[in-house]
């Protein structure tokens, strides 16, 4: 049951992920004009992707612990 959630919480999480990856994109097609946004942007995105890797791998962790309680 714990497992699931953490499997449900990692799904939204990289489901975030490829909303964000999608915006940046978009945010580099568009051009010189938008280059300070995009560059916030790609700065927000940076830092995003550092917090999924944690959570990530946070998540991993408990779900070792997890499973070694179970045994």
Request: glycine share 6%; aromatic share 0%; net charge negative.
């Amino acid at each position: 049951m714990v497992a699931n959630r953490i499997e449900n919480a990692v799904q939204r999480i990289e489901a975030a992920m490829q909303c964000i990856a999608a915006a940046r994109e978009a945010a580099l097609d568009d051009g010189g004009q938008q280059a300070a946004g995009s560059k916030r942007v790609i700065e927000l995105v940076n830092r995003h992707e550092k917090l999924r890797e944690q959570v990530a791998e946070s998540l991993s962790e408990l779900d070792d612990l997890l499973g070694k309680l179970e045994e």
